[in-house]
């Protein structure tokens, strides 16, 4: 199958590990997408425990790093456009694990990292990033969850919502207040057991488009004080590295949504016959997969740059991970939207591939930071060019 653009893939931005990587990216897919198309329809939570326990036992979580090694960001966004490719639901299940490992990874105690990484990066213990509250989306620094300290334990009280894996995970990174004092200081994170007492799967939430959400419940959660990942009062710094580094992610991801969506539709014009001919036939057809073509390129090059920045310890990586995000999510919007108007009424058909892609990419410019908050970052390095 192929999803790449080798022009991209052959610019000095890259390696020839990520070409090879990419090679065997479209090669995994050709072998996976029957087993897929025979398990699709089994609930998300279902597929979402099958597709991690697979995942770890083929080894892709690698790239994201380990206990020591570092991740590598060109890998992590090919992985994510060639999984997002084939299905929504790898791409899922990829990304939400390795955003789960990340804090144990970068800021984990080398206890920490050699007593759970293994596992976690085998896809033998699921996890998820707990970071949203019901009344806490964009401003990650306003969350109210209280961990109070007792003896050599923390007692977590509140709930977390929107968590993608809460309703199978085996542990949670949960952000916390562990201070009196309100915005960011007083955060600290947490490796939280699933099977924790006072810890509970409140709800679990239907999207438009079917993935693992839910709403997580601590209700006087005790958990060891050895349990923090790095020091207290570090969780909002740890929780924004995360994001800052993860948004480029995003953006691969929804490239390749959007490769998808072009695929089909030219695929579809080439061969749906009107009265005057096909409706590739047609300059404004044309007009349409030529700009896809454009703003898929660009979206490429802008996450080769931030994910070639970022490998490379590159100060600054920060401005280019939001515009790779906000640019390649945006575009990727209308890349699938044009794609369903090519298929006229056939597009909209109930789990065809573009109407699937149509309610799929609709999130990406809401999570990870929405598409306004990535603006606002843009925007601060605007007022502060000396850290972009
Ligand atoms: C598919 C999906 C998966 C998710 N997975 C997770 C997960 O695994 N873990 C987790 O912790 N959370 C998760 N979330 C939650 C996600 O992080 C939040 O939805 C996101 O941060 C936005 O917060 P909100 O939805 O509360 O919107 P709000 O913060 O309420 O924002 C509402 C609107 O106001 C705008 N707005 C907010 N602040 C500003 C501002 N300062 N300036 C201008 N406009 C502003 C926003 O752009 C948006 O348009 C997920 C969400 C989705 C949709």
């Not at 690698?62 to 790898?90: N, Q, T």
């Not at 620094?141 to 995970?169: C, F, H, M, Q």
């Not at 693992?212 to 207290?232: H, N, R, T, Y």
């Amino acid at each position: 199958m192929k999803i790449f653009d080798t022009s991209v893939l052959r610019l000095p931005l890259y390696e020839e590990r990520h070409r090879q990587l990419a090679r065997r990216i479209e090669s995994w897919a050709d072998e996976i997408s029957p087993e897929l198309g025979e398990i699709e329809r089994r609930p998300p939570a279902e597929m979402g425990r099958h597709l991690t326990a697979l995942f770890g036992r083929n080894g892709w979580y690698a790239a994201v790093g380990g206990a020591d090694a570092a991740p590598d960001f060109r890998s992590i966004c090919l992985i994510r456009e060639g999984f997002a490719f084939v299905h929504d639901l790898c791409d899922f299940a990829f990304s939400i694990q390795a955003l789960a490992a990340t804090p144990l990874i970068r800021y984990g105690s080398a206890e920490q990292r050699a007593t759970l990484l293994p596992d976690i990066l085998a896809g033998r213990s699921i996890g998820c990033l707990a970071l949203s509250e019901p009344d806490v989306g964009s401003d990650i620094a306003s969350v109210s969850l209280r961990a109070e300290r007792r003896g050599e334990s923390y007692v977590l009280t509140g709930t977390k919502t929107w968590i993608s894996n809460a309703d199978i995970a085996d542990f949670a990174i949960v952000l916390a207040r562990t201070a009196d004092q309100s915005g960011p200081l007083g955060l600290s994170l947490f490796f939280v057991r699933a099977q924790s007492s006072g810890m509970r799967v409140v709800e679990t939430i239907e999207a438009m488009a079917p993935r693992s959400f839910g709403s997580l419940s601590f209700d006087e959660c005790i958990v060891p004080a050895a349990q923090m990942i790095g020091k207290p009062g570090l969780g909002f710094q740890i929780a924004g590295e995360i994001l800052e580094q993860y948004r480029m992610t995003v953006g691969a991801a929804a490239t390749g949504f959007a490769r998808r969506a072009r695929s089909a539709a030219l695929k579809w014009a080439r061969s749906r016959r009107l009265s005057t001919g096909t409706v590739w036939d047609m300059q404004l057809t044309k007009s349409k997969l030529a700009d896809s073509e454009a703003a898929l390129t660009a979206s490429a090059l802008l996450i080769a740059q931030a994910a070639w920045e970022i490998d490379q310890q590159i100060r600054g990586y920060g401005k280019h991970s939001s515009i790779a995000k906000l640019v390649a999510t945006e575009h990727a919007q209308r890349i699938i939207d044009d794609a369903v108007q090519i298929f006229g009424a056939a597009g909209i058909v109930k789990d065809t591939v573009p109407e699937r892609l149509y309610r799929q990419i609709r999130s990406l410019r809401i999570y990870e930071g929405t598409s306004e908050i990535q603006r606002l970052i843009i925007a601060s390095h605007l007022q502060h060019p000396d850290i972009g």
